[in-house]
């Protein structure tokens, strides 16, 4: 893979979520990858660091929203960081509809992924 990032690249990504495979999405990935998730108990979710704690995370996610689907996915890059906006749908684990706006910020090195920062909007009420 070349030392850039292109929007093909996020497009792939994007698409390996909505698959929900796993290994595709690490194939994207640096071997010390950091996927810092939308929730958790810390200030920035839970941060999962290197493949195998990155895959876990993953699979807590579709085991968690098991019809996840990150809808109309559009991405930029700038320069060694990129951006992925998109809206999440899901059913929650109490069985409720979940769709909130969110974004993934991206870092990238060696033409891959080294680090996806999530985040979404919480819907109340």
Known sequence: MPNTVSIALLDDFAAAWNRHDTDAILSMMTEGCVFEASRGPDVKG????????????????????????????????????????????????????????GCDVFTFRDGMIAVKNSYRKQRTG
Not at 55 to 72: K, L, M, Q, S
Not at 86 to 91: E, G, K, M, Q
């Open 46 to 101: 839970t941060v999962y660091k290197g493949q195998s704690e990155v895959r876990r995370g993953i699979e807590e996610v579709f085991a968690t929203f098991p019809d996840a689907r990150w809808n109309d996915p559009r991405h930029f890059i700038a320069g060694d960081r990129g951006v992925s906006e998109w809206v999440f749908t899901a059913t929650g684990p109490d069985g409720a509809r979940v769709e909130v706006q």
